[in-house]
């Protein structure tokens, strides 16, 4: 006789093993056997224990041998107590129907196809091997009793899943069979209602969203859509008008509804919803197949599409319901060429987000930013836009969908595993937070108890910490993800590109690319078989890339050359994981890259040479330059690391290629101005020759010979104002040295800035640069290098007024600061002269200048296309506001400036120059500045005149931001500007009325 010795427990015991109201499970616990340890050890390891604890109570009361029956059967015991720990209504609905225990005692395996159908028209009375199957029962109660025993079975098997976001795919599977069975069962109740006109009328249940999909939740509204025709007799006539079919159809689709939602003391199953029907909720509800296709090639909106992407034949008439989708099929496959499809999708997902309200804000799983409509938005955006073309995506699911996009190429292998996990992480908690009440909620609880029981589902050990720490990752992740997948320019671009455009052939394909604008289509072509061919996962994401790139190239001026620089990048980068999965995923930066390549040779060159650089047109961010101390820090280290001084400077010239590369894509994506363009490459220039300098001098012969020395920046580098082709003029000073020193510093200086100037210019794979040390003392026949003491006693005693004009400019900027900090306190001493300029000094500065345009103007330029030393010009400018400067610095602080920009602005506000004429200079100064770098960008090699090939003209204009054909304009502009500033020039610098 089997053991009646009471389970040993306790208070407190039941408080540590997870009961919360541990009192009232000490009393349930009353007359517990020792031999129901092993159910109590099962309550304890539920999701709510207190709350299976008190269903098995109830249940015990009604079923006296339940306790023994569990005990001899495990399975039945551990579905039972899962599911009872786990959800309210399911408890309730087993105190009512306890006969379903039968359903949790075996192994819950995935219902057989068909199986389902089978149970719930049997429940009707109806046959289920009828081809229009007739209940018998009409009240609907068994079919709602029979579907409640259906979901109890699968929310067992769900639950009690060793990993239950791996479920989430057969849970969301068998549910959609639920719901085509139970379609299926209350049709042949409303065929029975209606009578003997429903058998002569054919009504398809064509499934839509969650439904059609077959991913539907616990608890969800089953959206359908209806449609009728007459049977035909064994002649091929109807048996029945058009009209009448429609009519019985109507009535047999709204008693099916109405059985499906209704509530009733056996309770309810779900709500059919058929508001995405033509015209919604104020269209007729049946229509024929014709009517649905009038409607969908006439009046459909664009969203109205995408809710057809997930069609489905599931219930009814399915031959119907399957001409249905093949009829509406094409019509979703061409959604995506509407006018603004991609923008209104968009736009639709932004009004959702703004319509939650606040007090469920941060707590949407399926609504919210970071929720499913995130992931299920972006998977079907990704595949109306490229599945026009490729059938392989074109799946109604999200989760296989989203495979599909991974294995061809168009969603990244990371990102796609992580919107899967994520995906499946927010379903499976949807589906136990439905459960508790078997009620369609979306919303994450707030209440510690709910929290509680959600986590322990789901294994956490640390449940209500656990569960919100991996809600708000996941939340993050799927934002992220999707604000990039779902808001790609290239989707835009993609979508805007004719179905027939992105697939081609040979022929047609020329014609485009000459419709385009390439020149050369046939070479165009090969270009684009060599990026596209074979079967690999760079291919295909070329060949999803290639559409929207031609198109940005031929936006841009060179479109042949782009695509040809574009195939060299892709050749040296094409298996870099990160290359074209960037170019794919990151915002904006194909089109950047498009842009570039097809508007600048000299951005090309740089980017060839260093492919990698492509990095930073990621983001805006990355193409800010960067300050002159990061720059500075950056190319010691990296000249440190070398073991020769030929390497070091090679990996300054590196560092210094990449640098330009950024400010030169800036530039051409019009984030940096002129002034910016100068500032920036003013400071490479600094970085460049100080990280030079110091290697050089570090190992000289004897390091210990060379004094300290500093350089003293000239010209345009002086004034941070260089364009991409300036030389850098320099003077170099050292300190004053103790005289009897071992060698001969002058001359060890000397040596070491020799060696850095040909290091530097030495022609290699990185831009050379030039420093040009002219302006020195004594021009080309001076010293190379001075002490202080030297320049002091210079100044003072033999130096010119061309001189003293080109030390307006002067600025320390690379080398010893301290010796460069005093030779420019020497300088400021001269260069703003107290008084002003001496009648002599202004005539002498005039006659230069003249001598100046006469002998450095090249021979047969013409003076109104060069905009350095042209009518209006930056030479005009320059000496116009340096004039200025040397005539009212001494008592014009503000003009005491190396820039010229500044310098005119200050001259501009001490009224030394009419608001006016200012602005004509500063015009004039700002647009030629802008051409000269410019026509470097387009040509690769610098000019100081207009091209006068008219192919390089047109580039320029339209990088300059003139249309197509406007060439004549861009030469119009600029010679009004300079007439304008000529006269200025005219009035202040030649004192002429």
Not at 284 to 309: C, D, N
Not at 320 to 334: I, K, S, T, Y
Not at 813 to 839: F, N, S
Request: a neutral charge; charged letters at 25%.
């Amino acid at each position: 006789m089997r053991a009646m010795t009471r389970l040993q427990t306790t208070q407190g015991t039941l408080a540590r093993r997870g009961f919360l109201d541990a009192a009232a499970a000490l009393e349930a616990l009353e007359g517990w056997r020792a031999d129901q340890e092993v159910v109590l050890d099962l309550v304890v390891r539920s999701a709510d224990p207190d709350l299976a604890l008190a269903g098995l109570s109830r249940l015990y009361e009604q079923q006296p041998d339940l306790p023994d029956r569990l005990v001899a059967a495990p399975g039945l015991a551990r579905h039972l107590v899962t599911v009872l720990g786990a959800s309210a209504s399911l408890g309730q609905h087993l105190r009512a129907h306890p006969e379903h225990l039968d359903l949790l005692d075996d192994q819950l395996d995935k219902a057989a196809p068909g199986a389902l159908r089978r149970t719930l028209l049997e429940a009707t009375g109806a046959d289920p091997d009828a081809a229009a199957p007739v209940a018998v029962e009409l009240t609907g109660d068994p079919l709602r009793t029979a579907y409640r025993g259906a979901l109890l079975r699968i929310a067992a098997r769900d639950l009690c899943a060793p990993e239950p976001i791996e479920m989430v795919d057969d849970v969301a599977d068998e549910l959609s069979d639920l719901a085509d069975a139970t379609l299926e069962a209350a049709l042949s109740i409303a065929r029975a209602k209606v009578g003997a006109q429903a058998l002569l009328t054919r009504l398809a249940v064509v499934g839509l969203g969650k439904c059609g999909a077959q991913e539907l939740n616990y608890v969800s509204d089953v959206d359908v859509l209806f449609v009728a025709e007459p049977v035909l007799g064994a002649d091929g006539e109807p048996l029945l008008s058009g009209d009448a079919a429609v009519t019985t159809g109507t009535r047999m689709a709204a008693e099916l509804s109405r059985i499906c939602s209704a509530h009733t003391a056996a309770g309810t199953i779900w709500e059919v919803d058929a508001a995405l029907r033509p015209e919604g909720r104020a269209g007729q509800l049946v229509r024929r197949l014709a009517s649905h296709q009038a409607y969908y090639e006439r009046w459909a909106k664009t969203w109205e599409f995408q809710a057809m992407l997930k069609a489905r034949a599931c219930a009814g008439d399915l031959a119907l319901g399957q001409d249905f989708v093949d009829m509406v099929a094409p019509m979703v496959w061409q959604a995506a060429e509407r006018e603004n499809f991609v923008s209104d999708a968009q736009a639709m997902r932004k009004r959702v987000v703004a319509h939650i309200p606040a007090r469920e804000q941060g707590r949407e799983l399926k609504l919210g930013e970071g929720g499913l409509r995130d992931v299920e938005f972006s998977v079907q955006l990704l595949q109306l836009v490229h599945g026009r073309v490729d059938e392989r995506l074109r799946t109604r699911a999200t989760l296989p969908a989203l495979r599909a996009l991974v294995d061809n190429g168009y969603v990244g292998r990371e990102d796609g595993k992580g919107f899967g996990l994520a995906y499946r992480f927010l379903r499976t908690l949807e589906h136990r937070i439905q459960l508790f009440h078997l009620r369609r909620t979306h919303v994450l609880p707030d209440s510690e108890a709910d929290l509680r029981r959600l986590g322990r589902s789901l294994g956490y050990g640390d449940p209500v910490e656990q569960l919100l720490s991996t809600w708000r990752h996941v939340s993050g992740r799927v934002r992220r993800l999707h604000q990039r997948l779902f808001y790609s320019p290239l989707l835009d671009v993609v979508a805007r590109i004719p179905s027939p455009e992105l697939r081609l052939t040979t022929g047609a394909a020329v014609d485009r690319l000459k419709a385009l604008g390439y020149a050369d289509p046939v070479a165009a072509l090969r270009h684009i078989g060599a990026l596209g061919q074979g079967v690999s996962r760079q291919a295909e994401i070329q060949r999803q890339l290639l559409p929207a790139m031609l198109g940005w190239f031929a936006e841009a001026p060179s479109p042949d050359a782009g695509l040809l620089a574009f195939r060299q990048v892709s050749e040296a980068l094409g298996t870099t994981p990160w290359y074209l999965r960037a170019l794919r995923d990151e915002g904006a930066m194909a089109e950047r890259l498009a842009r570039i390549l097809a508007s600048s040779r000299f951005a090309v060159s740089l980017l060839t040479r260093a492919p990698q650089t492509v990095q930073m047109l990621a983001g805006e961010q990355e193409l800010r330059p960067r300050p002159l101390a990061d720059l500075a820090g950056e190319m010691r280290a990296a000249a440190g690391r070398q073991s020769s001084t030929e390497a070091a400077i090679e990996a300054i010239r590196a560092i210094r290629r990449r640098e330009l590369f950024r400010v030169a894509a800036a530039d051409l994506l019009g984030q940096l101005d002129v002034l910016g363009v100068g500032e920036a490459i003013s400071d490479l220039a600094s970085a460049t020759i100080d990280a030079a300098l110091a290697v050089v001098r570090s190992r000289a012969s004897d390091p210990s010979a060379v004094p300290p020395i500093a350089v003293i920046a000239m010209g345009r580098w002086g004034g941070h104002e260089m364009s991409y082709a300036s030389d850098c003029d320099a003077m170099f000073v050292m300190g004053d040295v103790v005289p009897g020193g071992a060698g001969d510093p002058t001359r060890a200086a000397a040596a070491v800035i020799s060696e850095m100037r040909r290091l530097l210019a030495r022609p290699g794979a990185d831009p050379a640069l030039a420093v040009d040390a002219d302006l020195r003392p004594e021009g080309k026949g001076g010293a190379l290098i001075r002490s202080l003491t030297a320049y002091r006693n210079y100044y003072g005693r033999w130096s010119s007024t061309w001189e003293l004009q080109a030390l307006v400019r002067a600025d320390a900027l690379a080398g010893a600061a301290d010796v460069g900090a005093d030779l420019l306190a020497e300088i400021d001493a001269r260069r703003w002269p107290e008084g002003g300029l001496t009648g002599a000094q202004l005539s002498e500065i005039r006659k230069l200048k003249a001598r100046v345009e006469a002998e450095r103007l090249p021979r047969g330029a013409d003076p109104a296309k060069h905009t350095k030393l042209g009518p209006g010009g930056l030479a005009d400018v320059e000496w116009t506001v340096q004039l200025l400067q040397l005539q009212h610095a001494h008592a014009v602080p503000a003009l005491r400036s190396s820039r010229t920009i500044t310098a005119l602005r200050a001259a501009r506000d001490a009224e030394l120059v009419d608001p006016t004429d200012a602005g004509h200079l500063e015009a004039a100064w700002l647009f030629a500045s802008r051409i000269r770098n410019q026509i470097m960008l387009v040509r690769g090699r610098g000019s100081d005149s207009l091209p006068a090939d008219n192919r390089e003209l047109a580039a320029l204009a339209e990088l300059l931001g003139y249309g197509p054909g406007e060439s004549s304009h861009l030469l119009a502009d600029y010679r009004r500007i300079t007439r304008r500033a000529s006269g200025v020039v005219d009035r202040v610098f030649w004192g002429l009325d």
